[in-house]
């Protein structure tokens, strides 16, 4: 991927910096909403993004087959947009004036092979650069927008149709010979995380404005080192937004999106401490009625680990392959990643905030038989670098 100019990198650093904002770090006058523990959920109006909010992403994950059964895919788009405080001074409004800052994470891997590529853009938004639009959105339901990598034709698209409810995606890296063209259409109400969708993350008041998307309908196109190949498949997308996050102690987190045979669907989120004790802890668990139940206390014991080749000294090895417990709905769940490498870094020789992360596909089976009962997807942040360390200490 070419080399990013060094405007580019300072943007691509100020994104990361703002888009996991700690707990209680707002000024006296704070230049973003306070997340709102009152939101009044509107669809397909918060699908769009919300102006005033200091971060927000659209995370999509999912699989997908090949239509003639040749070849399986695990595959991942993120769009995260982080607001930028106004400029003090400024003499009059401009269009050209970046209100906030856009980044892309495109990942794809073929679950046989366990060839796997990943992807980053990052851009300000700006006339000709990166868009995000409120509802009605723009052009065709346009929720957002960014070009591709510099050097390359391409560019990311992720937008909503009322009527068909469904989400059409793009996103293409022509040099790393790797896309995807999707529509993801929803099939089930929205999973709320948390009392109305307010998603506490610590004790001193850290928290999102959380729902979920899962068992949505996919299909289109993907391409990894080769033609576009046409399948079919199933995602999951996760929607946050507000304006505080982690608590000083935290250093990153486990996420578990899982979508179980027998018609249940279980997140799970525990945020981490320095030593790895779990800091603060939660899931939501619905079932096939769509009943909704939010859980206290899911317990998680790591089986084994995954060390990059490169991790530097001080770095933890990720965990690989979990024992997931929820006492109270009689739970007992290993999950299993289905590669081992599923780590989310920039390459030797590309420039950019290196923001490293395992964001990987998982099979889920009994505790006890080994039996298959699902699927789903793992996100592992704060284990290379914790998270207060990327942001400078802040």
């Given at each position: 991927?070419?080399?990013?100019?060094?405007?580019?990198l300072v943007?691509?650093?100020?994104?990361?910096v703002?888009a996991?904002?700690?707990a209680?770090?707002?000024?006296?006058?704070?230049?973003f909403?306070p997340?709102?523990?009152?939101h009044?959920?509107q669809?397909?109006?918060?699908h769009?993004f919300h102006?005033?909010?200091?971060?927000e992403?659209?995370?999509f994950?999912?699989?997908l087959?090949a239509?003639?059964?040749?070849?399986?895919?695990?595959?991942?788009?993120?769009?995260?947009r982080s607001g930028l405080?106004p400029a003090?001074g400024?003499?009059?409004?401009?269009?050209?004036?970046?209100?906030?800052?856009a980044?892309g994470?495109l990942?794809?891997a073929d679950?046989?092979?366990?060839?796997?590529?990943?992807v980053q853009?990052?851009?300000?938004?700006?006339?000709?650069?990166a868009a995000f639009h409120?509802?009605?959105?723009?052009a065709g339901?346009?929720i957002?927008r960014?070009?591709g990598?510099?050097?390359t034709?391409?560019?990311w698209?992720l937008?909503?149709d009322?009527d068909?409810r469904?989400?059409?995606m793009?996103?293409?890296?022509?040099?790393?010979?790797?896309?995807?063209?999707?529509?993801?259409?929803?099939?089930?109400?929205?999973?709320?995380?948390g009392p109305?969708g307010?998603?506490?993350?610590?004790?001193g008041?850290g928290?999102?404005?959380?729902?979920s998307?899962?068992?949505?309908?996919?299909?289109?196109?993907?391409?990894l080192?080769?033609?576009?190949?046409a399948?079919?498949?199933?995602?999951?997308?996760?929607?946050?937004f507000g304006?505080?996050?982690?608590?000083?102690?935290?250093?990153?987190w486990d996420w578990?999106?899982?979508?179980?045979?027998?018609?249940r669907?279980?997140?799970?989120?525990?945020l981490?401490?320095?030593?790895?004790?779990?800091s603060w802890a939660?899931?939501t668990?619905r079932?096939p009625?769509?009943d909704?139940?939010?859980l206290?206390?899911?317990?998680v014991?790591a089986?084994?680990?995954?060390?990059?080749?490169?991790?530097?000294e001080?770095?933890?090895?990720?965990?690989?392959g979990?024992?997931?417990?929820?006492?109270s709905?009689?739970?007992?769940?290993?999950?299993?990643?289905?590669l081992?490498?599923q780590e989310?870094?920039?390459?030797?020789?590309e420039?950019g905030?290196d923001?490293?992360?395992?964001?990987?596909a998982?099979e889920?089976?009994?505790w006890?038989?080994?039996?298959?009962?699902?699927?789903?997807?793992?996100e592992?942040t704060?284990?290379?670098?914790p998270i207060p360390?990327?942001?400078g200490?802040?």
């Open positions: 991927m070419p080399a990013r100019s060094p405007v580019a943007l691509a650093t100020a994104i990361f703002a996991v904002p700690l209680g770090q707002e000024p006296q006058e704070p230049a909403r997340t709102d523990p009152g009044v959920w669809f397909p109006r918060d769009w102006d005033g909010y200091r971060t992403w659209w995370y994950v999912g699989f087959s239509d003639d059964g040749s070849r399986r895919f695990a595959w991942q788009l993120t769009l995260f405080p003090d400024s003499p009059a409004p401009s269009r050209w004036a970046a209100r906030s800052t980044m994470h990942a794809l679950l046989d092979s366990g060839e796997r590529e990943f853009v990052v851009y300000r938004e700006a006339p000709g650069l409120p509802f009605p959105g723009g339901g346009e957002a960014t070009p990598p510099p050097g034709a391409s560019r698209e937008a909503f009322p068909r469904a989400f059409t793009a996103a293409a890296d022509g040099a790393a010979g790797v896309g995807l063209e999707l529509t993801a259409r929803i099939t089930a109400s929205p999973l709320f995380h109305r307010y998603h506490e993350k610590s004790p008041g928290a999102s404005l959380y729902y998307h899962t068992r949505l309908e996919v299909s289109g196109r993907v391409r080192g080769g033609a576009m190949i399948g079919s498949g199933t995602g999951w997308l996760d929607r946050e304006s505080s996050w982690l608590a000083a102690e935290q250093i990153g578990f999106g899982l979508t179980l045979d027998d018609g669907d279980l997140m799970v989120y525990l981490r401490r320095e030593d790895g004790s779990v939660s899931g668990l079932d009625a769509g909704t139940i939010e206290e206390g899911p317990e014991e089986l084994g680990e995954f060390r990059p080749e490169d991790l530097e001080g770095g933890r090895p990720y965990p690989a979990w024992r997931l417990r929820v006492r709905e009689e739970l007992d769940l290993r999950v299993l990643p289905l081992a490498d989310n870094r920039l390459g030797a020789g420039s905030p923001i490293p992360y395992w964001e990987g998982a889920v089976l009994s006890d038989r080994g039996a298959v009962l699902g699927r789903g997807f793992v592992l704060g284990y290379r670098t360390a990327l942001l200490g802040q």
